[in-house]
């Protein structure tokens, strides 16, 4: 699919026009950007509200720097995404729906972009920009699903859906575990910061898919303080359902995310990059607790209006109007198109776009925009937003014009656009085909040919026998409770080039346990090696945690190299197995790391 740009030079020469009486370096300044390429900092949080933030009117907290991007660019008012995490970052790096694209879950492969895609980095790095992503991927851990195999240069952060530590945590740099410096959203702003200072001299596509506030509930002491005692005046609309203690933790962490934006933005201005710099911030899916949210309906996994609007700001110093609010249903399938347009790029897809440029939006006043619809769906319930109204997942019809809350029904008053709605949600529902869980027949990927390294996780593994997760929600489990000869742990892989692997295992053993046989096996190949050393680390995250999690908490993982393994190009079951254990357990899984020799 071909996208062909807007002429946005246009839109610039008018703003050159108003400038033409301005100071000489202002107008060099604004020439210089017509002739060079923008560069792109694209910023998403994770299980922020529409509300949570000072500018929609929320006096519990305050956020001055997130607020200024909204105030120094464009607001759309109503911006939306999925109800969860992996489907709206597979939307946004794809412009597509995720009902395309292979994503039915949040973890254990299900979060996985299909292959075949093509990527907003892929776009922008084909288009001579260099690119990096630094936080929460969250759409497929194996290369070719990596992010450094689907368009990113640098990669820092994890590729999981959630993760059990934000205090120097256990992370990857472009597929090398590395350990985090300090808290995570500080740590990953210091690498965008950075990343900008190397590319302050060519064009460059940054995304800061930040971490919080998702649980767990961490924050440093100095963003605690300030909210552990605070009175809370803004309350979710039904407050008997709000956890204080949850909200305060959650809104924290936002004014350290609005800290980090001050400190990206002071950067971007130091290098004087800021006049050719466009700047979007957005989140993920609505709140993941009940707090305020102007009134709206749902929460994070809801298909209802709070479940799925997120603050969507955008800012490219005298290029964009200061201030200007934009009341047109948009969506995170527009963010592709928009900046490509925005970008001047004229680039070929895979596969047709679902979204649309913004960018007559943007830089227009009377736009002649077409009618749309924006779909939402997660967990089998669909529903439709017109920009007047909403059709639930059960056909509820609401004029979220009148009623954001959704709290009154008026299909019986308003009979044809009801039935429009109804015929228009089951077309989408029958050309997307959501994919479901049963559907799944995708291995994990290893070995991919240009990758030099490979993770398998706990997360994307199966415990056999005795064998336990140390949490229910896989991500940043590991395994435990290995008792007998008889349990194993298993993965079910494809194996893209056959060859010699040397195989590093992550484990914890109490000293008690030592003297056990760790084998790793797939059909006739194997490597096995004697646990000699005990590493018995303490749990951690309780110390962290402002409020109690639902995660695992996790350990420090010692690393150890089985050997060596020559694996087949074949798909099927890689074992791990365990003999001679003298006593009550063998060892806990963290993870196992495949590097290619040949």
């Known amino acids: 699919m071909v996208f062909k740009k807007v002429d946005t030079h246009i839109y610039k020469l008018l703003f050159l026009s108003i400038l033409i009486a301005s100071e000489m370096g202002c107008q060099q300044t604004q020439e210089a950007r017509v002739d060079r390429k923008p560069n792109i900092v694209l910023i998403m949080a994770d299980d922020q509200g529409w509300g949570d933030l000072s500018i929609q009117g929320n006096s519990n907290l305050s956020t001055p720097n997130i607020d200024a991007l909204a105030k120094n660019g464009a607001s759309f008012e109503n911006f939306y995404v999925q109800p969860v995490c992996s489907p709206t970052r597979a939307e946004l790096l794809t412009g597509r729906y995720f009902t395309r694209l292979g994503i039915y879950d ?24 260099a690119t990096a992503a630094y936080g929460k991927w969250h759409n497929g851990m194996q290369p070719p699903y990596h992010p450094n195999a689907r368009g990113f240069d640098d990669f820092y952060g994890f590729a999981s859906g959630h993760w059990g530590n934000y205090f120097e945590p256990f992370l990857e740099h472009n597929g090398h575990p590395v350990k985090g410096k300090g808290f995570l959203v500080d740590d990953l702003t210091e690498k965008g910061m950075s990343f900008i200072e190397q590319n302050r001299e060519n064009p460059f596509f940054l995304y800061l898919p930040y971490n919080t506030p998702h649980s767990p509930m961490q924050v440093p002491d100095e963003y605690w303080k300030k909210f552990e005692s605070r009175e809370l005046g803004m309350r979710y609309r039904d407050s008997t359902r709000e956890n204080i203690n949850f909200t305060r933790a959650a809104l924290a962490m936002v004014e350290n995310i609005d800290y980090n934006i001050g400190r990206l933005m002071e950067k971007i201005r130091q290098a ?37 609007r997120t603050p969507f700001f955008i800012q490219w110093k ?49 736009v002649n925009w077409d009618e749309r619809y924006v779909y939402n769906h997660w967990n089998g ?108 742990i298993s993965w079910e892989v494809d194996v893209l080039s056959a060859g010699e ?12 346990n030592t003297g056990a046989t760790i084998s790793l096996s797939m059909g006739e190949n ?73």
């Open 106 to 129: 949040t973890s254990a492969g299900g979060e996985r972009l299909n292959l075949g895609e093509t990527t907003i980095a892929e776009v922008f790095r084909n288009s001579g920009y």
């Open 272 to 308: 004087g990059l800021e006049e050719n710099t466009i700047v979007i911030y957005l989140s993920d899916n609505g709140p993941n607790g009940w707090r305020w949210n102007g009134g709206m309906r749902g929460k994070k996994g809801s298909t209802d209006e709070g479940g799925v």
């Open 318 to 366: 005298d290029s964009i109007s200061a201030g200007k609010s934009i009341a047109d249903i948009a969506s995170a399938i527009d963010i592709l198109p928009t900046l490509a347009d925005l970008a001047g790029l004229d680039i070929k897809t895979a596969e047709p776009p679902d979204g649309k440029s913004l960018a007559p939006l943007i830089f227009e006043e009377d």
């Open 381 to 488: 319930r669909t529903s439709i937003r017109s920009q007047e109204f909403r059709l639930d997942h059960e056909d509820r019809l609401y004029d979220m014009s009148q009623d954001p809350g959704q709290t009154l029904d008026v299909s019986d008053d308003n009979p044809g656009v009801f039935e429009n709605l109804k015929l228009v949600k089951a077309k989408w529902l029958a050309q997307t085909a959501p994919p479901s869980r049963d559907s799944e027949s995708r291995p994990f990927t290893l070995g991919y040919p240009g990758f030099e390294l490979t993770q398998l996780p706990a997360r994307d593994g199966q415990g056999h026998g005795n064998i336990q997760r140390s949490n229910k929600y896989p991500n940043c489990s590991f395994f435990t409770n290995w008792k007998s000869a008889t349990d194993f």
């Open 501 to 512: 692997y040397e195989v590093t295992l992550y484990y914890s053993c109490k000293p008690e």
């Open 526 to 598: 194997q490597v096995s090696k004697k646990i000699k050393e005990a590493h018995d680390p303490p749990l951690k995250g309780m110390e962290h945690d402002r409020d109690p999690r639902i995660e695992s908490y996790v350990k420090d993982f010692k690393p150890l190299v089985l050997g060596t393994i020559n694996l087949d190009k074949t798909s099927g079951r890689l074992r791990l197995d365990a003999s001679d254990i003298p006593g009550a357990e063998a060892i806990d899984v963290r993870l196992l790391l495949f590097k290619k020799l040949d």
